[in-house]
């Protein structure tokens, strides 16, 4: 009796393991892979064209272009101040 109940399984087993393998994914969802991320891609570009454009950037003049960027590097070499926040119980916190 256990012997046909442990050959049953077993076969149960070989049989949900091989019918696991046997199936091919479908078709369709994998001719529409990657189609979310194309989408986004294309609806972030703004100019398809963008790359073929040999014009400088024009805009902000130099001198300003530096004290910004100066002032971008040095606002990391200390952190922010801190202040006191007064909540609507009336307590404090920093």
């Excluded at 012997?3 to 049953?8: D, S």
């Amino acid at each position: 009796m256990k012997r046909i109940r442990l050959t049953i399984w077993a076969a149960a087993t070989v049989a949900a393991l091989v019918q696991g393998c046997a199936n091919e994914p479908a078709p369709m969802l994998e001719s529409r892979l990657g189609d979310s991320v194309r989408t986004s891609q294309a609806q972030q570009t703004i100019d398809l064209d963008a790359s073929s454009n040999a014009d400088p950037v024009t805009g902000i003049d130099g001198t300003s272009a530096k004290i910004s960027i100066d002032r971008y590097y040095r606002s990391f070499e200390a952190p922010p101040p801190t202040f006191t926040i007064i909540n609507v119980g009336g307590s404090t916190a920093r």
